[in-house]
């Protein structure tokens, strides 16, 4: 794989994995390991559902870590970080990729996919499934890829189409059983974190003081500190310099953008600042990152 591709355009994923396309913005992977895309963060700009199948590994999304191990189900948009690392040899994974636009193509509603809340912003990236959940996505997977092989079919696309939109809604039952677990278990110092995080990752190209966030969440910077330091063992400040820092990873990647460019589209005043920023958290200044990357 390029390893200058930070942004991993449905070209590129496709070109990579596809099976089945069903056009340039759908396509199906059957079971597949995912080690080119291990080392470095990327960010889709398709949406991605996909399901462990077999053995395990260390999922990052938005520098949160989850363990993905047979059941789990990655829900990614093009708004998540994603970095998969600690693959075990049979790690294995089915997956479908699409784009706002093919989902909602000959449809009314253009809005269609944020009626789903596993694709909002504060949503759960990684959810457990059961074995009955498990097998019944896996099947509907199976049942996509088998519509989309009958190519001679005037109308495989739109059947294809109309089966993620069925996928989708089994995804939410599921969703929604695990979100009710996972809510229930939370303090009100982790309600505190979540809310905290969720910020961060809307608002961290404008804003990066803990001032910010604070006044936002109606607390002291200093109670947000503490709380957020007791929970995740890292400060406020921290998470918000790590969430600028991975954007402007996943930019150097991408060759064609100045680091001026980059520099600018993080909000920073220049480039020279941007740099001494990049290199005190980086440990290394973004030049010397954009070659180790590329190598």
């Known amino acids: 794989m390029n390893r200058k591709i930070g942004q991993l355009s449905l070209s590129k994923f496709a070109y990579l994995y596809a099976d089945k396309l069903a056009g340039a913005d759908f396509f199906v992977a059957d079971e597949k390991q995912l ?15 996909g399901i462990c199948t077999r053995g395990t590994a260390q999922v990052e999304v938005n520098l949160q870590v989850y363990e993905a191990r047979p059941d789990a189900m990655l829900l990614a948009t093009p708004f998540h970080v994603l970095r998969i ?4 040899e049979d790690f294995l994974c089915r997956f479908i990729v ?12 253009s809005h269609f996919l944020e009626s789903f809340s596993y694709f909002k912003s504060t949503s759960l990236p990684v959810i457990y499934l059961d074995s009955a959940d498990a097998k019944m996505i896996l099947d509907i997977y199976l049942l996509i890829q088998q519509k989309l092989e009958r190519e001679g079919h005037p109308y495989h696309v739109e059947i294809s189409r109309s ?10 039952a599921a969703y929604e059983k695990q979100h009710s ?9 982790q309600e505190l974190n979540m809310l905290f995080q969720d910020m ?15 006044d936002a969440l109606f607390v002291s ?44 589209g993080i909000h920073f005043p220049d480039q020279s600042s941007f740099g001494k920023y990049f290199k005190k958290h980086a440990g290394m200044s973004p030049s010397d990152y954009r070659t180790v990357s590329a190598n």
């Open 98 to 109: 699409f784009s706002k636009a093919f989902l909602t193509e000959n449809s009314v509603n």
């Open 163 to 172: 089966i993620l939109i069925t996928l989708l809604y089994e995804v939410q």
């Open 35 to 49: 080690l080119s895309l291990s080392e470095y963060p990327y960010r889709s700009d398709g949406y991605i559902v």
């Open 200 to 214: 961060v990752f809307q608002h961290y190209k404008e804003h990066r003081s803990v001032q910010y966030y604070a």
């Open 221 to 264: 910077p200093k109670h947000l500190t503490e709380t957020i330091k007791e929970v995740t063992g890292r400060t406020a400040g921290e998470w918000i310099d790590d969430a600028v820092v991975l954007e402007a990873k996943v930019l150097l990647r991408n060759h064609d953008i100045s680091i001026a460019r980059v520099a600018e």
């Open 85 to 88: 690392y600690n693959s075990s």
């Open 181 to 189: 677990i996972v809510k229930g278990k939370q303090t009100r110092k």
